[in-house]
């Protein structure tokens, strides 16, 4: 009995912690992408620095950051606590750029 308590503890946490690295990543990508979008007037490279820099404060990483016109994408990383050493990085992408009228 306390071994299948135990186990469903254990997953409990895994699964937890997977679904705040989720959080946490989705949240950094956003926000790395609206810094960086504001950032784009002094170029691609200043942009993609302030999104590094935005989820770097987020406890997460920029895998990607990619400038599409006036869109800037940024695809963010951010590593699960308790359950790293059994899953990957949790991963989010974000776009952010001026509204189109209409």
Partial sequence: MLLALGAVTTGG???GSVVV???RAAAAADLAALAAAAQLPAG???ACSAA???A???AATVARCDVDGVDVIVV???APGFAARWTGAATASARAGPVQPG
């Fill in 56 to 58: 770097r404060s987020m």
């Fill in 21 to 23: 690295a989720r959080h």
């Fill in 52 to 54: 590094d820099a935005i």
């Fill in 13 to 15: 946490a895994l699964v």
């Fill in 76 to 78: 963010a990383e951010a």
């Fill in 44 to 46: 691609p490279r200043a």
